[in-house]
Structure formats: structure tokens, C-alpha cells
């Protein structure tokens, strides 16, 4: 079985670790917690490669699928890019079945129990295990996440909102 692993530092778009969701080609299918991975240009994820790499020796040895479906994609190769991401950065999406909610701290480790602390654009690492699989004929190599810690904020990813107190200006006149 694959050991887990600490990934480098990303920006993480499309956060969903506090509620389980069926993906949108399949509202029916089962629900997960997920988060997309955005490695920008440069990030070492050697380690993750080898571990994808030995998840996928160790399903089926020396007989590795040719059409093996990668984890790993550039930007724009995805069907629908994220906006404001280099399209050369490494996108991956990690995710855990509904019935293992992922931990999430911050950087103190701290345990994160407000939503809205996690959005898409803030920075994080995570702890996770690659595995391959064999599903209706789909082959390939997924990460399942185990863990989540935000490191820090930045501005909101893939024109998600903007919190409120970065949308005004202080106002001076008396309320109402």
C-alpha cells in the first residue's frame, strides 16, 4: 500500500472539504470532499510522480495500461482551465469518499471549523496517498486526501467572490 505523503506547497481552486458532493457529470454518483491542487510553474512534484508511479507498479506490475489516465494535467489541458492559473501549472484534484471527512488546520495547526476560512486562491499542503484503480473500463492513478492545512491567504481563484471588506472602502459618513 502506498505511504502517505506531505505534498508541496499550492493554490488550491474548487474547495470542497467541509461537505460532501457528487461530481457534476454525475449528480447521482457517490459523494466526495475534494480540493484542486494548483502546482505553479517550477514546484518539485517529483515525489508525487513517483508515488503514481509505484501505486500504478503495484496494481499491475509490469503491465502498466499504455491509456492509463494521469493525475497530473497542465492547465490547459483541462476542459474548463481555471482563470488567473499559468497554463503550464500542474493541476490535480484530490478527494476522499463522504465517509472520510479530511482533517484541516491552519498553519498553527489549529483545527478550521469556519468554512469560509478555505477558499479557492488561499495556499495549503496536504497529506495524501496515491492509488490506482480499475473502474468500467477507466484506468488510472488518483491521489485520495487524508489531510488539509492552509498556510495562508491570497486573492479569491477562478472569479470566485471577494470577501467584503476587500470589495469597499472604509465609509466615513453616519449611518442612517
Do not use: H
Request: aromatic share 10%.
Amino acid at each position: 500500500m502506498a505511504e502517505k505523503q506531505i505534498t508541496p506547497e499550492f493554490r488550491a481552486a474548487f474547495v470542497g472539504v467541509f461537505r460532501a458532493t457528487a461530481p457534476r457529470e454525475n449528480p447521482n454518483g457517490a459523494k466526495k470532499y475534494s480540493i484542486r491542487a494548483v502546482f505553479m510553474p517550477g514546484t518539485d512534484i517529483s515525489d508525487l510522480k513517483k508515488a503514481a508511479a509505484s501505486a500504478a507498479q503495484e496494481k499491475w506490475g509490469n503491465a502498466v495500461p499504455k491509456t492509463l489516465r494521469s493525475p497530473f494535467r497542465t492547465n490547459e489541458e483541462l476542459d474548463n482551465p481555471i482563470p488567473g492559473v499559468p497554463d503550464d501549472a500542474i493541476v490535480m484534484t484530490f478527494s476522499a469518499n463522504e465517509n472520510r471527512r479530511p482533517g484541516v488546520v491552519d498553519a498553527n495547526l489549529n483545527d478550521i471549523i469556519d468554512e469560509s476560512e478555505c477558499y479557492s486562491g488561499a495556499w495549503y499542503r496536504a497529506q495524501v496517498r496515491a492509488y490506482a484503480y480499475d473502474q468500467a473500463g477507466n484506468k488510472g492513478v488518483s491521489f485520495g486526501l487524508e489531510n488539509l492545512q492552509k498556510l495562508r491567504d491570497d486573492d479569491a481563484l477562478g472569479g470566485g467572490r471577494v470577501p467584503a471588506a476587500k470589495a469597499f472602502e472604509a465609509f466615513g459618513g453616519s449611518a442612517g
